[in-house]
């Protein structure tokens, strides 16, 4: 579905930390998954993806987890840093979809990190 | 990556007058580009795909004929914001999808809109 919310979540971190945003979709026909990072002005900037037939995909300091059973999906950051902060959003596209590059976008959650 | 711009990155218009947002993709052809539109700290809400050489599909509530979009070439869609209120004043972002890349969808750098 739709994100339709008003106040997003936050999760504060020290530099260095570890962190995991969360994300949960309500699409059980989604077969594709994408974590984006945006900055304040700025269009969303692409981090890393799963397919459905995964349940884990790591990158670089990152890794993305996928759990379909309960429909999470998770992003992990290893040592934080404080120009990862931004707005991070998951998004999801639909198997059944007609077009390709057409995605849903969850709540998205802002990531601080302290010096 | 692939490589999506828009133009302007931020326009103020008076109430009433229509504004034009360009989107081109620099590199790749693109087929189909999508329009989203996001208010202060909120998520992207998809407003319409934009299709080459036909009509652009609009999500449901999103009205087609204030929010004009014409994809008239491989590489450029545009979203005209026709007799803009100060509630039209968001954040506009367009994206487009690199047939060549695994990526699903490369992004604009988005359109700051504010209506006075």
């Known amino acids: 579905g739709e994100s339709v919310g008003l106040h997003l979540p936050t999760l504060s971190v020290q530099e260095g930390d570890n962190s995991i945003i969360n994300c949960a979709y309500s699409?059980?026909?989604?077969?594709?998954f994408i974590w984006y990072k945006q900055e304040s002005g700025k269009g969303p900037q692409f981090i890393i993806d799963?397919?459905?037939?995964?349940d884990k995909r790591q990158g670089q300091r990152v890794t993305v987890l996928l759990n379909k059973t309960v429909k999470h999906l998770s992003l992990q950051i290893a040592a934080t840093q404080p120009g990862d902060s931004a707005v991070y959003f998951c998004?999801?596209?639909?198997?059944?979809?007609?077009?390709?590059?057409?995605?849903?976008f969850g709540q998205g959650t802002i990531l601080t990190v302290h010096p | 990556g692939a490589v999506v711009s828009q133009h302007p990155s931020r326009v103020i218009c008076k109430s009433g007058t229509s504004v034009k947002i360009e989107c081109r993709s620099l590199?790749?052809?693109?087929?189909?580009m999508f329009w989203y539109r996001q208010f202060p700290k909120q998520s992207l809400m998809l407003m319409a795909t934009s299709n080459e050489g036909s009509k652009a599909t609009y999500e449901q509530g999103v009205e087609k004929d204030k929010f004009l979009i014409n994809h008239a070439s491989l590489t450029l869609s545009t979203l005209t914001v026709t007799s803009a209120h100060p509630e039209d004043s968001s954040f506009y972002i367009c994206?487009?999808?690199?047939?060549?890349?695994?990526?699903?969808?490369?992004f604009g750098q988005g359109t700051r809109l504010t209506v006075v």
């Open positions: 590199d790749f052809q693109a087929t189909t």
């Open positions: 799963i397919r459905s037939n995964m």
């Open positions: 699409n059980s026909a989604s077969d594709y």
């Open positions: 998004a999801e596209k639909n198997a059944g979809g007609t077009s390709y590059g057409k995605l849903t």
């Open positions: 994206s487009a999808r690199d047939p060549g890349s695994r990526t699903e969808a490369f």
